[in-house]
């Protein structure tokens, strides 16, 4: 059982930029592929980054590569999001995720532990 609870988000003016963080429970965190989802109101839960358990492999989504940074820190069961250039866009509830196989999905299913999510408001 993981336990995920994220923090970070915020208000902040177009080309801004925020860190998220992602602290999990657990012995296990570091065994675990870990994601980044947001959610848009009436917007279906996208996916925005993926890392893999040793921090080897990570993927972007398309609107966010280049501007989004994953990592993660295994001896302290965190993972982050560092966003630069921050657009109206990507207005949203930022979700971290959890899912024990090693392939670095981008479809929010394949996850099995969420976090409550934190509210990123990026405004012109």
């Known amino acids: 059982q993981v336990q995920l609870v994220e923090s970070g988000g915020g208000l902040v003016q177009t080309g801004g930029s925020l860190r998220l963080s992602c602290a999990a429970s657990?012995?296990?965190?570091?065994?675990?592929?870990m994601g980044w989802f947001r959610q848009a109101p009436g917007k279906e839960r996208e996916f925005v980054s993926a890392i893999s358990w040793s921090a080897g492999s990570t993927r972007y989504a398309d609107s966010v590569a280049g501007r989004f940074t994953i990592s993660r820190e295994n001896a302290k069961n965190t993972v982050y999001l560092q966003m630069n250039s921050l657009k109206s866009e990507d207005t949203a509830v930022y979700y971290c995720?959890?899912?024990?196989?090693?392939?670095?999905?981008?479809?929010?299913?394949?996850?099995?532990?969420w976090g409550q999510g934190t509210q990123v408001t990026v405004s012109s």
């Open positions: 995720a959890a899912r024990q196989i090693s392939t670095l999905s981008t479809r929010p299913g394949n996850y099995e532990y």
């Open positions: 657990g012995r296990t965190f570091s065994s675990y592929t």
